[in-house]
């Protein structure tokens, strides 16, 4: 199994981060009672790779300037970002029981200005990425060699704003830039091949200019490979990952529903959820 690279306790697999992610995830939920816990469990690897694997950051320094950016287009995907930050040490344990409380600083939507490491306010959608090319710009002006990665959601493809910033990511040769879709097919009002006439993704991104990547987003050695070859590409070219996940993934009466967008749980659910991940454990 693919194991950290230079991040705190090495020797920890990805399979376990993406297991501690989901863990947290699941914990905040039940702290509510409810929430966007479908994609936290589908994004959960992905996000083990992203801050175990690929990027370069100092958990208690959330605005060193050498770091790599993860912005967060998505912003109530916030439940999953939160669980990973907490598992990479940004955010302490203990702040899971406030999650959604009034004064928190894990507001049930991401906003920058109360989250360490929360680096933009997400949504409405469609706008992150337009933001992620113009820290890319910037970071390329200043000289610095980091990554800005954006992860936005399928649903976002259907807006127009997105594919203005596809064309200027282009234009202006950001290879600094990497696009991660979480395309796990499920909107607020059903599928996403449903709501807009979606084509196979990669050929358009292709077609636009960028470098297009489609793997199992739940495979860590896929991930793994194609974050590699995003970062080490030579082509003077942004990058898209286009991630394929399962919602609520590795929660079977979860994955189950027909509507998984937004996961309300009766209270006695929330600890066969707990029980069945947690016998679940990976080497």
Not at 19 to 26: F, H, P, Y
Not at 109 to 130: C, K, N, Q, R, V
Request: hydrophobic share 40%; net charge negative; charged share 25%.
């Amino acid at each position: 199994m693919t194991t950290d690279t230079g991040k705190p306790g090495s020797n920890t697999s990805l399979a376990q981060r993406a297991r501690a992610i989901r863990r947290n995830a699941l914990l905040m939920g039940e702290v509510q009672g409810q929430g966007y816990i479908g994609q936290a469990l589908g994004a959960a690897d992905l996000l083990a790779v992203s801050y175990f694997h690929a990027m370069d950051y100092r958990p208690g320094d959330p605005e060193w300037e050498g770091r790599d950016r993860f912005y967060l287009s998505i912003g109530h995907y916030a439940i999953a970002l939160y669980a990973a930050m907490i598992e990479a040490g940004i955010l302490p344990e203990d702040e899971i029981a406030t999650y959604g409380m009034d004064d928190s600083r894990l507001p049930m939507s991401g906003m920058a200005s109360y989250t360490p490491g929360m680096e933009i306010t997400g949504g409405s959608l469609g706008h992150g990425l337009g933001i992620a090319v113009g820290a890319a710009m910037g970071l390329k002006r200043k000289g610095s060699d980091r990554f800005v990665y954006n992860l936005l959601s399928d649903g976002e493809l259907g807006e127009g704003s997105t594919w203005e910033a596809v064309m200027s990511a282009t234009q202006w040769k950001l290879d600094n830039l990497i696009a991660i879709v979480d395309f796990n097919n499920q909107q607020a009002d059903g599928p996403t091949r449903d709501a807009l006439a979606q084509t196979p993704e990669a050929p358009k991104w292709e077609a636009f200019g960028w470098h297009a990547q489609e793997v199992d987003g739940n495979d860590m050695d896929a991930l793994v490979q194609a974050f590699d070859t995003a970062r080490t590409l030579k082509d003077a070219k942004p990058r898209v990952i286009i991630c394929n996940t399962r919602m609520c993934k590795g929660i079977p009466f979860l994955e189950e529903r027909e509507i998984t967008h937004f996961v309300r749980v009766e209270p006695e659910e929330w600890q066969k959820a707990l029980a069945i991940h947690d016998a679940n454990k990976p080497a």
